[in-house]
């Protein structure tokens, strides 16, 4: 504290206090919003409520007056609880945007025959099959998402585009979880079957009743909010700072632009939103929103023929940074 300037009379601190007076007039905007376009015309526009935080954090209390405290077990707690649900947010919005960003239709399941709880070695196998696949196939992208299995086995689920070369996928994860070279060449050239020697397998998974059945691939939106379900469940269950997913660095990151809304009730946010992605040329609108929480989430994509093309103008919103 300082360089300070000390007010005796108000018993605060004037650059403080000065602040937290700032954030009374920043109190009128009520909503913000973030853009985000994704590659292949893909958008998303996600809106939430703006509390200053100086107005969280403000202590009208003179800061030579107040003694240092230490956090309880409790509050550490609670803190690390924070910090996990924020963090578990991040990566279900990278999984999201990845996922939709490389066009994924389909998924794989890579597995273990017994019954592997070591995330540290799971992570390291990965990273070696991938290595291997992409001698064939150098271009290749995906998003890896880890479940725990009911009997405590870990899997990989992983989101990719197209049709694959299954037997290349095998092959690779057979040698990188320790399958003996020998037994990988009598399965690949003399086709003798592996049965119960086999250490893993590589499974293509159609889209079950609820995540769109009765089709061959997946839609997109479905697919990520598959893949963000177990984003999820890994926060709850796993060790802090272990890694929940993986994607290939070939991917177009996504251009995010925020803005803050002219609005000061729920309803004109919605409206407000939908200009802000109508105006990027998306169509096929889908719109999900909790009244209560005055969140707010719009998805939509620009057809192939039009991106490049939109002429709609740019709402005249007041753009920010974090």
Same mark, same amino acid.
């Given at each position: 504290m300082q360089n300070t300037i000390y007010d005796e009379k108000r018993g605060v601190n004037l650059e403080q206090y000065q602040a937290w007076a700032a954030a009374l007039d920043m109190s009128q905007k009520k909503y913000r919003a973030k853009l985000v376009k994704l590659a292949h015309g893909q958008t998303e526009v996600s809106v939430t409520p703006y509390i200053p935080p100086v107005l969280k954090d403000?202590? @009208?209390?003179?800061?030579?007056?107040?003694? @240092?405290?230490?956090? $309880?077990?409790?509050?550490? /707690?609670?803190?690390?609880?924070?910090?996990?649900?924020?963090?578990?947010?991040?990566?279900? &919005?990278?999984?999201? %945007?990845?996922?939709?960003?490389?066009l994924a239709d389909h998924m794989l399941t890579f597995s273990y025959r017994e019954n592997v709880i070591d995330r540290v070695q799971v992570a390291k196998q990965w990273k070696e099959f991938v290595r291997l696949f992409r001698i064939r196939h150098p271009d290749w992208s995906y998003v890896a998402v880890l479940?725990?299995?009911?009997?405590?086995?870990?899997?990989?689920?992983? /989101?990719?585009?197209?049709? &694959?070369?299954?037997?290349?996928?095998?092959?690779?994860?057979?040698?990188?979880?320790? &399958?003996? =070279?020998?037994?990988?060449?009598?399965? =690949?050239?003399?086709?003798?079957?592996?049965?119960?020697?086999?250490?893993?397998?590589?499974?293509?998974? @159609?889209?079950?009743?609820?995540?769109?059945?009765?089709?061959?691939?997946?839609?997109?939106?479905? =697919?990520?909010? %598959? =893949? $963000?379900?177990?984003?999820?469940?890994?926060?709850?269950e796993s060790e802090k700072? /272990?890694?929940?997913?993986?994607?290939?660095?070939?991917?177009?990151?996504?251009?995010? $632009?925020?803005?803050?809304?002219?609005? &000061?009730?729920?309803?004109?946010?919605?409206?407000?939103?939908?200009?802000?992605?109508?105006? $990027?040329g998306a169509d096929s609108l889908s719109c999900w929103g909790e009244w209560d929480a005055g969140v707010l989430w719009f998805t939509g994509e620009t057809r192939r023929e039009n991106i490049g093309k939109v002429t709609q103008c740019a709402p005249d919103f007041e753009m920010f940074e974090d």
């Open positions: 403000y202590n @009208p209390i003179p800061w030579q007056d107040r003694l @240092p405290r230490f956090r $309880t077990d409790e509050e550490e /707690a609670e803190r690390d609880e924070e910090n996990r649900k924020r963090s578990s947010k991040r990566a279900r &919005q990278n999984v999201r %945007y990845y996922t939709k960003a490389m479940e725990k299995q009911e009997r405590g086995s870990l899997h990989i689920h992983v /989101a990719v585009q197209g049709r &694959q070369d299954i037997r290349w996928l095998l092959r690779c994860w057979l040698i990188a979880i320790g &399958q003996p =070279l020998e037994d990988v060449s009598q399965w =690949l050239v003399g086709g003798v079957k592996l049965a119960e020697r086999s250490l893993g397998a590589v499974n293509v998974e @159609p889209p079950k009743k609820r995540w769109g059945g009765g089709q061959s691939h997946w839609k997109r939106d479905k =697919l990520a909010s %598959y =893949l $963000t379900k177990y984003i999820g469940k890994e926060f709850e700072n /272990a890694k929940k997913y993986w994607h290939s660095n070939n991917m177009a990151k996504p251009e995010i $632009t925020r803005f803050w809304l002219r609005a &000061q009730t729920m309803d004109e946010a919605v409206l407000e939103a939908r200009d802000l992605i109508f105006y $990027t």
